[in-house]
C-alpha cells in the first residue's frame, strides 16, 4: 500500500509540474527577440516579407512617433507610438498578437491605414514591448489596457473625434473583448483579424493541434489554477463569444481559412455571436495573420468600405 501512495504521489508532483511549465510557458513574459534589422528578420521566417517589413517600419520612423504611457488599471505603466497627420479623418487604435510587437504585425499595413487619414496609435500590449508587466493573460486584463488607451486617445483629439480599434491574433480578441465597454469616446467601430473565442478554447485548440492524444482538459485545468494563483486571471474569466453578444459597436472579423494556429471557425463563431452591425471576410488559403498579406486587394477593400461606412454614422 505505501508504494501505491509513492506512485501517486510522484503522479500529483509530476501533475503539477507540467501544470506549471505549461503555465510559464503560456503565460510568463520572455525576453523578445529583435526583429527590427534586416540580418534578423532574414534569419527568421519573415524573411520573404523583409523588404516591406523594413520599409515599413521605416515609414513609421519617418513620421516621428510620439511615445505615450498611461497607467493600467492594476498599476502597470503601458506604453504606444503615436503617428500622426494633419486634418487627421479619425484615430485608429492598434493592438498587435501574442508574443508579438507592432512592428511585426503592422509594419506593412501602417502605410496603408496612414493613407486612409489615420493617426496610428500603436500599442505595447502588457507584458511585451516597452509596457511593463510579467504576465500574458490573453486578452482578461488586456481589454481593460484598451479601454484605458481609448480614454488617453479621447482626452487628446476630444471625445467627438472618430476612433476606430483593431487588433490582430490575441490584439483582435484583446478589442473584441473590450467591445462589451461603453467607451467614453467617439468609437465608430472594431477591426478584428484572426482572434480567437477565449483564453481557455484556443488553449485546448493548441494544446490538440500539438497531441491530438494530450488530455488537454486537465492540464488546462492545472495551467489555469496556476493562472489564477500567480497571475491573478482566469482562463473562462472572459469570452470573446460573450462580449460581443453585448456589443453595439460595427465589426470587420477578418481570417483566413489556412489559419493552423488560431483556426478559421473561431472567427465564424464570433461573426455568428455577435449581435450588433457585423461583416465577415474569409481570405482562402491564408495562414495565420497573413490575410491582408494573402490578399491585399480584397482585405483593402472591405477596410476601405467599413471605415467609410462608419465615418458617415453616429456613435452608437
Not at 523578445?32 to 515609414?59: I, N
Not at 489555469?224 to 473562462?236: M, Q, S
Not at 472572459?238 to 453595439?248: F, I, R
Amino acid at each position: 500500500m505505501s508504494w501505491l501512495w509513492i506512485v501517486l504521489g510522484a503522479l500529483l508532483l509530476a501533475a503539477l509540474a507540467l501544470g506549471y511549465v505549461s503555465f510559464r510557458f503560456a503565460c510568463v513574459r520572455r525576453r523578445q527577440r529583435d526583429l527590427t534589422t534586416r540580418e534578423s528578420l532574414e534569419a527568421s521566417h519573415y524573411a520573404p516579407l523583409a523588404d516591406e517589413m523594413l520599409a515599413g517600419m521605416a515609414f513609421l520612423k519617418e513620421h516621428d512617433p510620439e511615445v505615450l504611457h498611461v497607467k493600467s488599471f492594476d498599476g502597470l505603466t503601458l506604453t504606444a507610438r503615436l503617428v500622426t497627420q494633419k486634418n487627421a479623418r479619425g484615430t485608429l487604435l492598434l493592438f498587435h498578437g501574442y508574443r508579438s510587437t507592432y512592428q511585426i504585425d503592422y509594419a506593412i499595413s501602417a502605410p496603408f491605414y496612414f493613407a486612409q487619414g489615420f493617426n496610428l496609435l500603436l500599442a505595447d500590449e502588457r507584458a511585451h514591448g516597452d509596457s511593463e508587466g510579467r504576465y500574458i493573460t490573453f486578452g482578461v486584463r488586456e481589454r481593460r489596457d484598451v479601454y484605458t488607451w481609448v480614454c488617453e486617445a479621447a482626452q487628446r483629439f476630444g471625445r467627438e473625434f472618430p476612433f476606430f480599434l483593431g487588433g490582430l491574433s490575441m490584439g483582435a480578441s484583446t478589442v473584441l473583448m473590450a467591445s462589451e465597454y461603453k467607451f467614453p469616446a467617439n468609437v465608430r467601430g472594431i477591426v478584428a483579424d484572426c482572434g480567437f473565442t477565449s483564453p481557455y478554447e484556443i488553449q485546448k485548440s493548441v494544446l490538440r493541434a500539438r497531441n491530438p492524444r494530450l488530455l488537454a482538459g486537465p492540464l488546462l485545468c492545472l495551467l489555469g489554477l496556476y493562472a489564477r494563483v500567480f497571475a491573478g486571471f482566469g482562463l473562462k474569466e472572459a469570452s470573446t463569444l460573450e462580449a460581443v453578444k453585448k456589443t453595439s459597436y460595427p465589426i470587420l472579423f477578418i481570417h483566413g481559412s489556412g489559419d493552423t494556429f488560431v483556426p478559421c471557425r473561431m472567427s465564424q463563431e464570433n461573426y455568428d455571436a455577435c449581435r450588433s452591425e457585423k461583416r465577415l471576410l474569409i481570405i482562402d488559403g491564408a495562414n495565420h495573420a497573413m490575410s491582408y498579406i494573402q490578399d491585399r486587394p480584397r482585405v483593402q477593400s472591405a477596410l476601405e468600405a467599413f471605415f467609410d461606412d462608419h465615418l458617415k454614422e453616429e456613435q452608437p
